[in-house]
């Protein structure tokens, strides 16, 4: 798309006086797809990355419904960090410079509740804040959504990743039916799908990152014997050095068997298969999507249904039987547009599957030998995030917000430090980087959530489990 100007909209004056003042002359390609049916008052469902210029796509159109002679709320503004509220309340008050007496408020989970309570009491246009810490203020009766007509959430999947799909559910029951809501995320997993259905009134979806276009995913096939197996997967992911890989064994015992392998090796790895009971299930789970663990070894039957986004390579221990088992298999990578690794292992047993593989793509398959993969050197890198457990959890009615304001409050934690946080009934899980562990350990350890201390452990290393 030819750049466009901020002119060609319908936007009053003094608002395109002030986007020429703070350099705004075209718009970003996010902005030239959203802002047309953000002012027409249409719902919208944007794919946007950080950087992007979504804030001034949402910031403008909800700043052009306000009506600055109610001092009412009437724009929310959800966002899974304090940071990212403070950034995206700050250019809302850089773009509001076009009126006077627009109020634009942050109400953000660890900091004092009390301040907030007052400047909420003396009212505001626009409130920008954290899920957990605005339920709060609506159960105590200091939010008052009765007069809102335009909702936003941005980073939507970073927001499900934190665990705050109740707290959201809440904050959308007490708002208006008619209003206009828009969705903003940076990748568009089956549960954001699910999340505009429940809210959003027939959207207008964009898509502006990779217009899309499906992903391609680059396979790679390796004659092995089959004493080669678990060294070709360990060079393998010291050649391509994926961030998240998961691979495909045919057997239960194989798939033990590769994962221990692999975390002997320092890998970060786990195994997911049927002899697993559902809380050790879920705590692999937990440990992969909250990029805690790098890699996942599982068997077909255990994969089923598994939502994991932006997984980078697939990893096919034996090939299945089955041609259609490992289309399905390889297409677990190169999703959303983007580039995906699917290697696979093959011994000269597999000589008539080869072949139908080769009929079916109309191509021919190149092995490559073992003897290519260079032996690993060094150790390999530990995965991005560590996991910290906490003993308590919906039954003891703690929220993603409790704990995410007990570390970015009490514990001084960025919270771009955090990642996922998963409650399950009894337990709570979070991702820390790990350069914070330690004290985020020291934090929830030393302080109370809800009122109450929480046992507090570390699962795994971060390397190995």
């Known amino acids: 798309m030819s750049s466009i100007a901020f002119s060609s909209l319908h936007l009053k004056p003094a608002m395109l006086k002030n986007l020429a003042s703070l ?18 008052s249409k719902d919208l469902i944007a794919r946007a990355k950080t950087g992007s210029g979504k804030t001034a796509a949402f910031g403008i159109g909800l700043l052009s419904r306000l009506d600055t002679t109610a001092l009412q709320l009437q724009a929310l503004v959800l966002c899974p960090t304090r940071e990212l509220a403070d950034q995206v309340a700050k250019e809302l008050r850089r773009l509001a410079r076009f009126t006077e007496n627009i109020r634009v408020l942050t109400v953000c989970g660890g900091v004092p509740f009390g301040p907030q309570l007052g400047s909420l009491e003396h009212g505001a246009h626009v409130v920008v804040g954290t899920p957990g810490r605005l339920l709060d203020h609506l159960r105590r009766g200091s939010l008052d959504l009765s007069s809102l007509q335009t909702l936003v959430l941005d980073e939507a999947d970073r927001m499900l990743d934190m665990g705050f799909q ?10 208006p039916a008619r209003r206009q ?31 899309h276009v499906a992903g391609t995913i680059e396979q790679h096939f390796y004659a092995v014997e089959p004493d080669q197996r678990s060294e070709a ?7 391509y050095r994926p961030e998240s890989t998961l691979v495909f064994c045919n057997t239960k015992l194989d798939c033990q068997e590769l994962a221990d392998d692999l975390k002997e090796r320092g890998f970060a790895a786990l195994a997911i298969h049927g002899d697993l009971e559902q809380r050790e299930r879920d705590q692999v789970l937990v440990r992969f999507s909250n990029k805690s663990a790098s890699v996942l070894v599982a068997t077909d039957v255990a994969a089923r249904g598994l939502d994991i986004k932006e997984l980078a ?16 298999r390889i297409g677990r990578t190169g999703r959303a547009g983007e580039q995906g690794l699917a290697i696979s292992l093959v011994s000269r047993r597999d000589s008539r599957l080869i072949k139908g593989m080769e009929e079916d793509l109309a191509c021919r398959i190149d092995l490559q030998e073992f003897s290519s993969l260079a032996p690993l050197t060094g150790r390999p890198p530990a995965a991005a995030m560590v996991t910290l457990c906490i003993d308590g959890g919906r039954k003891n009615k ?9 570390l970015t409050g009490e514990g001084g934690i960025a919270g771009s430090e955090v990642g996922r946080i998963d409650l399950f009934d009894f337990h709570s899980y979070v991702a820390i980087m790990g350069q914070s562990v330690e004290q985020a ?12 201390f929480f046992k507090v452990r570390r699962i795994g290393s971060g390397r190995t489990s």
């Open 23 to 40: 350099g705004y002359a075209a718009m970003t390609p996010i902005q030239a797809h959203s802002l047309p049916p953000i002012l027409a």
């Open 166 to 175: 109740d707290d959201i559910r809440s904050l959308i029951a007490a708002a």
């Open 181 to 211: 809501t828009l969705l903003f995320s940076a990748t568009y997993p089956d549960s954001i799908a699910d999340m505009s259905a429940a809210m959003q009134q027939t959207p207008v979806e964009v898509s502006v990152d990779e217009d």
């Open 233 to 239: 997967v360990a060079r393998i992911l010291g050649r």
């Open 313 to 328: 390579a697939v990893i096919n221990f034996e090939l299945s039987r089955n041609p259609e088992v490992h289309t399905h």
């Open 398 to 406: 703690l929220r993603p917000g409790d704990i995410l304001g007990a």
């Open 441 to 452: 350990l020291r934090c929830l350890a030393n302080n109370r959530i809800k009122g109450r």
